[in-house]
């Protein structure tokens, strides 16, 4: 008896039939070399501003630019004219600068904002030499001690504060007629237009300086800084 024929196109062999695909092996794990660099990164940078205190920031810079803007708007006839709607101007003006001190206050909520507030209000014997060296333009590193901030820090903080207080108390007459009488409000016309100016030019010193500095800029956006940019322009600091 002859045994049955194998249909043509295919092998009777159970070698050939098909086998399962391979599953996939797993990604091989990271390098050591990345984790390491990863680690060394982070190592050299240090935290130098909490989320609450950059919000502080941010939302103050942002109430300043906009009584800044409104002002120009209100006092410089081409600006004027090209914006219209001069009594919606002047609305948006008094709320910015009456809600001015607000993002302040409520930062001090944060333990660490008012740690930063102590050391803003403490001159020491090392922010005397950088000051002398500012008005030297002796621009050397060594020439400068200072701590978590300079003595230009300070200096501009406090007077940046001042000035805010005051543009609220003559904005506050000038908004509120009956408050005090005509000499009164004639005075504080007077001090907060042109108070109005040198903050104006302040703060573009202040914005032009920031400009010229990365790592500042990069420390309020992100909260850190490099550690050698630390140890070179505040090396009195001890994160």
Known sequence: MRPPETPAGTDASPASSPSPSPS???APPPPPESAAGERLAGALRIRRFTPAERWVHRATALLMGLCVLTAGCLYLP????LVGRRELVVRLHEWSGLLLPVPVLAGLASRAF???LRLL???GPHDKVWLRS???RDARPESRPAGKFNAGQKTYAAWIAGAVLVMVGTGLLMWFTHLAPLVWRTSATFVHDWLALAIGIVLAGHIGMALARP???RGLRTGSVSREWAEREHPLWRP
Do not use: I
């Not at 081409?78 to 004219?81: R, S, T």
């Open 24 to 26: 996939p092996s797993p």
């Open 78 to 81: 081409q600006l004027a004219e």
């Open 114 to 116: 008012r740690a930063d």
């Open 121 to 123: 209000n403490r001159f």
């Open 134 to 136: 500012a008005l030297r």
């Open 215 to 217: 790592e500042s800029r």
